[in-house]
């Protein structure tokens, strides 16, 4: 199967339709009108010059082939968040090796250029609102390269290191990273910044390590969306898709800790496929079987799932220390030395690491006392 070349599309095969993009051919679903769709100037595409006819032909029974454009999109992760059911005041997390964060405002509300997030389109994600995207360069990535290339595991070590990580108090283990092993894409901007652990000891474990380093990441979530809503977008809830969404239970409880939010799950596996659907239902229109509007298409096609991750207030309470100090390092190292005059953090790295070694005592006998 071949998709055409810049452009996503609709194809109304006799009593079907589905929609091609890059990188995403999804099956959108069946409709049971007996009119084909047509190009803007009402013409039909010939399945014998099409190219793609490789696989339109054994479906189309001699019915005409018409073709009209549904969405633009790069890749699935804009597909992703209407699979999601993106919407105003939603934040769509894509979390995987990577991560994607897309969220929309009315393009009404003529949003602000926001520094450090480098997407923002109008219409890249719905019609007549901004896509507003940015993202972790390295997520689940951060762990493969912990599990696999220095300790050299597999799966096994994956589930054990996260078994004995959900032990561990937030503060317990002493460490805090900075999840920058691929370069920092938002806020910072910077694919030459590295990664940090700091706070070891020599009774330092690997799963004390694997557990840092999933928090770095959700420190660098909080961090994303502490200045998009700086920036006046609306974010009133999360909604997580991707692998790690689906696998990991401690991954996403220390996001809903870190954030502050419920971690919400959404409901299908394969949300770029139920983007694309939502995307050519709204194409066809309630005329040919679809919906009218993306409102009533999300509200008819995406769900959640009923499994969510709620903030522990105790363990919020920590990560908001924690974070503090992430943010020391995030703007020592990351910004020019004149930042904390512009508002950066004031980093005081000569009291750190006991700042570390205290919250870790404190943790340490609290937990011995429960």
Avoid at 137 to 156: N, Y
Avoid at 170 to 190: K, Q
Avoid at 250 to 274: K, R
């Amino acid at each position: 199967m071949r998709s055409t070349a810049g452009r996503q599309r609709t194809l109304r095969v006799g009593g079907s339709f589905c929609l091609v993009s890059i990188g995403v051919v999804a099956a959108a679903a069946a409709v049971h009108a007996g009119q084909p769709l047509v190009t803007d100037d009402a013409s039909v595409i010939d399945p014998g010059t099409c190219q793609l006819e490789s696989w339109i032909r054994p479906f189309h029974h001699g019915h005409e082939i018409g073709v009209v454009p549904a969405c633009n999109v790069l890749e699935s992760l804009e597909l992703s968040a209407g699979g999601s059911g993106v919407r105003t005041g939603t934040l769509v997390k894509i979390i995987g090796t990577s991560t994607c964060d897309c969220a929309i405002a009315p393009v009404s509300d003529k949003i602000a250029d926001i520094p450090g997030i480098c997407g923002i389109v109008n219409g890249s994600i719905m019609p007549d609102y901004f896509g507003i995207e940015a993202g972790q360069s390295a997520v689940g990535d951060l762990l493969k390269w912990w599990v696999e290339g220095v300790c050299r595991g597999g799966d096994a070590l994956h589930a054990q290191l996260s078994a004995e990580a959900s032990t561990l108090a937030p503060g317990e283990s002493g460490l805090i990273a900075l999840d920058w092993n691929n370069g920092n894409r938002t806020i910072l901007v910077d694919t030459r910044l590295t990664g940090v652990i700091l706070g070891q000891t020599l009774h330092s474990t690997r799963a004390e390590i694997y557990r840092a380093l999933i928090e770095a990441t959700a420190f660098g979530a909080r961090a994303i969306i502490e200045r998009m809503r700086d920036y006046g977008v609306a974010i009133d809830r999360v909604v997580c898709c991707g692998g790690i969404a689906e696998k990991n239970d401690l991954f996403m409880q220390i996001y809903a800790d870190v954030i502050g939010q419920p971690m919400l799950i959404a409901g299908s596996p394969q949300t770029p496929a139920l983007g694309s659907a939502v995307s050519a239902a709204v194409t066809a229109g309630a005329a040919g079987g679809g919906y009218d509007t993306w409102t009533e298409a999300q509200d008819r096609m995406t769900s959640l799932k009923e499994k969510r991750f709620d903030p522990r207030p105790d363990a919020k309470a920590v990560y908001d220390e924690l974070y503090g100090i992430y943010r020391e390092l995030h703007d020592a190292f990351g910004l020019p030395a004149d930042a904390a005059a512009k508002g950066g953090a004031s980093p005081d790295l000569g009291t750190l690491m006991k700042r570390l070694l205290a919250l870790k005592e404190r943790t340490v006998n609290r937990v011995a006392a429960v």
